[in-house]
């Protein structure tokens, strides 16, 4: 469905750039002081996580108008399209139903009027089946070995969504088996995997709903080669290959056997394929029951995303307090500090999540937008982060938002390290938050002992200006069912605001030209001609990839 009526006209826009009027100088160091109760105020749970937003530049009276805002914007409605089966993909006249990969209720989900629930069921089933057989060694290698590594082979969705959720639970990986994920068509990233491993004992997974996908068809190619020049044969190929794929007669072609290749389905976009056959490669590590319960977890935040009151709502208040910042505040950019080794791979997908679904400048209906969509998503895990880019974050020009996203107990607990790890974690956003006066900073440099006159010279440079928001979601530890639910979270939040800006989160129009210029510039690279029909720039920089050719 779309939305009605210009944004930016709207009552509660309007009432919204009042309140910012008044509020935008105000300082939340002061808040703190004056409300003992803010972080019981602001502060929500749902689905195992817990998600303190009371560091961010809002009042009550910020949210009522946000969460009117959401109201008049129609959002629940769009979440109940969006759940219901409609074809809310409205560029592409399909629905967006990942959601229904992880429906545990005993709900259908009907597509052009047809339950896909006993469709999904059965890919899961056989899923198990794969799992078990691999898992226990009843399927094996053409020297009947049993497998040691699994190469999944996918880019974007296919790529990141999987790694991340396998990096994130490591801890419940079999130890007999070993994951790699091939993405980039990079020469250098195929050899560095494939040299490590044995042919006899390396299963193949190729993720591609097309089956044609440039960069994956090519690394699937050089994988089927290096198979078969370094033991195996043609015949040996089914044992070695599988697929997830729409098209079953290029699987086929490839050498795949039928029964090996999974479904993949118009109606769930890459990015949210996780749940889908393409998180094959993680329920081979973690194990099939490990793998329902990290679909449990995004279920359960499905539910609470679909029936909470928006006030209460996980995903719809962190969209809101986004477009709060993008929309009236001027950011432009959004910073994912996960304190998990685990989940060093998140601040990517998320990059992928949020800025290839509402990187968009025009709307659903197709007008030109007038004001900001979706934020630069960025950033980095752990104390890392602080040694390198927190210093822009506390100082900087540039106005961030954070969200803190911790454990709160490890999987390896070794001396103190976590709540070492946890307190750097807690200052970093209270540092964010209060920041440091020049007054402060003087007494803080006499006090070590700096003249009075040389601590006013240097105090300026010390200063840390302090009210800058952000959010810390956290919960008891990294399991299968949390870290489903914290990716569902990220997912809704998405959707919801690009529900709010009226753009379609869940099409790509802009990766394409890219794909559709590619084939001739590489068809100039390959060739012997002098290159004239591009741009001055791209014909410069053939013309000087075919002279370095010639100079090796």
């Known amino acids: 469905m779309a939305v009605t009526g210009s944004l930016t006209q709207s009552e509660s826009w309007k009432l919204l750039q009042q309140h910012y009027a008044g509020l935008k100088d105000q300082h939340m160091r002061d808040w703190f002081a004056a409300d003992p109760y803010r972080f019981e105020r602001f502060h929500l ?7 303190d937003y009371s560091k961010n530049r809002i009042t009550e009276e910020t949210m009522r108008l946000l969460v009117q805002l959401a109201h008049e914007r129609e959002l629940p409605l769009h979440i109940d399209s969006m759940f219901s089966g409609e074809a809310i993909n409205r560029s592409e006249k399909r629905p967006a139903l990942h959601t229904a990969l992880r429906n545990f209720s005993d709900r259908p989900v009907l597509v052009n009027g047809q339950d896909i629930m006993p469709e999904i069921k059965d890919t899961v089933h056989r899923m198990e089946e794969f799992c078990w057989k691999i898992r226990r060694n009843q399927w094996r290698g053409y020297t009947n070995k049993a497998f040691t590594d699994v190469v999944s082979i996918g880019i974007g969705g296919s790529f ?25 068509i990079d020469g250098s990233h195929i050899t560095e995997i494939l040299k490590r491993l044995d042919p006899a004992t ?22 089927r080669q290096w198979f078969l020049d370094n033991g195996g044969n043609e015949s040996d190929l089914a044992k070695h290959f599988t697929a997830v794929s729409s098209n079953v007669e290029k699987a086929v072609e490839f050498g795949i056997a039928e029964e090996n290749i999974f479904p993949m389905w118009d109606w769930v976009g890459g990015r949210y394929s996780l749940w889908s056959a393409i998180g ?46 993008v929309n009236f505040f001027g950011v432009n950019s959004h910073a994912i500090l996960p304190y998990d080794h685990y989940l060093r791979t998140l601040p990517a997908h998320l990059q992928q999540l949020d800025m290839e679904s509402n990187g968009k400048s025009v709307t659903a209906d197709g007008y030109q937008v007038d004001y ?15 040694h390198a880019f927190h210093q822009l974050l506390h100082q900087g020009t540039h106005f961030s938002p954070c969200d803190f996203i911790m454990p709160m107990c490890s999987h390896n607990p070794i001396d103190n390290f976590h709540a070492m790890l946890v307190s750097n974690c807690l200052s970093q956003s209270q ?8 007054e402060e900073a003087i007494e803080e440099l006499i006090a070590a002992g700096m003249s009075k006159a040389e601590a006013i010279v240097l105090a300026p440079q010390k200063v840390i200006p302090g009210n800058r928001p952000s959010n810390t979601l956290y919960y008891p530890k990294s399991k299968p069912q949390t870290i489903g639910a ?11 605001q690009g529900m709010l800006w009226g753009v379609n989160s869940f099409d790509q129009w802009g990766v394409e030209l890219g794909k559709q210029l590619g084939n001739k510039v590489l068809e100039a690279l390959e060739s012997q001609r002098i290159p004239q029909h591009f741009d001055g720039s791209t014909n410069g920089l053939v013309r000087a990839y075919q002279q370095m050719q010639d100079m090796l």
């Not at 749970?45 to 998600?51: I, M, R, T």
């Not at 089956?211 to 994988?223: G, I, P, R, V, W």
């Not at 900001?372 to 602080?386: E, R, S």
Request: hydrophobic share 45%; with cysteine.
């Open 45 to 51: 749970q749902a689905a195992g996580l817990n998600l």
């Open 160 to 184: 990141l969504g999987p790694k991340l959720a396998s990096g994130a639970l490591k801890p419940y990986w079999d130890s007999r088996l070993t994951i790699h994920y091939l993405a980039n």
């Open 202 to 223: 390396t299963l193949f997974i190729i993720q591609s709903k097309s089956f044609s996908t440039q960069e994956t068809l090519k690394n699937a190619m050089a994988c």
């Open 280 to 325: 094959l490669p993680l329920a081979l590590a973690i194990g099939i029951d490990n793998f329902r319960d990290l679909l449990r977890g995004a279920f359960e935040m499905d539910e609470h995303f679909r029936t909470a009151p928006l006030e209460q709502n996980m995903p719809v208040i962190m969209a809101l307090l986004g477009v709060w910042y």
């Open 372 to 386: 900001q969509t979706g934020p630069i998503i960025w950033g980095g895990v752990g104390t890392n982060g602080q």
């Open 431 to 438: 540092a964010l938050l209060q920041g440091k006066s020049e």
């Open 486 to 496: 914290l990716i569902a979270l990220y997912e809704h939040k998405v959707a919801a």
